[in-house]
């Protein structure tokens, strides 16, 4: 049986320049190296997996879109740069042959490519948001410690792209998420609010386990669900306030209220966004 890819999807603080420096120095002093890296951590499977996911997400958004849902800030993003990152990614499946990663220094007992590590860890810990200072200087930083190749130096990018497509996808997975969150809240809306009959139903597909507010386990009340739900209900007025005292009622139970779960979602939506570019 074919052992699965190894794969990288490094997650840690977002760190500044010094801090991102001297934590550079700190990977290049542990690092461990190998001649070679280890085909078990070739990257290529783990970023067709990456794209496929980032298509469903896309799919989504425009489906959702074509329903009349908002669609996720940092999501509108993405529908106006899909086809760039799509050849991204083709481009790197190309130039990155098994061959050609093997041949890469590789890193510590697991043997990913060493330049594929620190490509990870930067776009980890600036969260994607990298200038070529920045770049320059974390490199820089690891090179006091140890020396890259030239060859390590010349396929940075391409690294780059990998682990930032890795990041895309951690950000994807969010804005699926909210998204679905979403749905299921036009889907209770036009059942409660509109009482709507089931033919008539616009977002009863997969929804028909939720009857009504009260029955969303703490579980279910996801912050974007809640944030997007009282955005919803204050928007049919009188009709819609037993509907909107549930709500507040439920995230009650969680501890919180209502202005406390949209402020926090709003701020994550800002630093997604912030993330993918205005």
Not at 27 to 47: F, G, N, V
Not at 52 to 73: C, M, Q
Request: hydrophobic share 35%.
């Amino acid at each position: 049986m074919r052992r699965k890819n190894q794969f990288l999807n490094v997650k840690g603080a977002v760190l500044d320049d010094e801090q991102l420096g001297i934590y550079m120095e700190k990977i290049a002093s542990s690092h461990e190296l190998i001649p070679k890296s280890k085909m078990s951590t070739y990257p290529i499977p783990r970023l067709k997996e990456n794209f496929h996911f980032i298509e469903s997400t896309y799919r989504l958004l425009n489906e959702h879109a074509d329903k009349g849902i908002d669609v996720h800030p940092a999501g509108e993003w993405l529908l106006d740069n899909f086809y760039a990152i799509e050849e991204t990614i083709q481009g790197v499946e190309k130039e990155m042959t098994p061959k050609k990663y093997k041949s890469f220094i590789g890193a510590n007992h697991a043997g990913f490519s060493r330049i594929y590590v620190l490509a990870s860890e930067i776009v980890s810990h600036t969260d994607g948001s990298i200038s070529e200072e920045v770049l320059e200087r974390a490199i820089l930083r690891y090179q006091k410690r140890k020396t890259l190749q030239m060859d390590e130096i010349w396929n940075f990018c391409l690294f780059l792209n990998i682990a930032l497509i890795e990041n895309i996808r951690n950000i994807c997975e969010k804005i699926y998420s909210a998204q679905i969150q979403k749905y299921k809240v036009e889907s209770i809306l036009e059942r409660l609010v509109e009482g709507k009959p089931h033919r008539e139903q616009n977002y009863a597909a997969g929804t028909r386990d939720i009857d009504h507010l009260q029955a969303i386990s703490h579980n279910q009340m996801r912050y974007p669900f809640i944030e997007y739900m009282s955005y919803r209900l204050k928007q049919y007025g009188k009709k819609a306030l037993p509907y909107l005292n549930i709500l507040e009622e439920e995230v009650r139970k969680m501890g919180m209220t209502v202005s406390e779960v949209i402020q926090k979602e709003h701020f994550d939506i800002a630093v997604r966004k912030s993330v993918f570019g205005e």
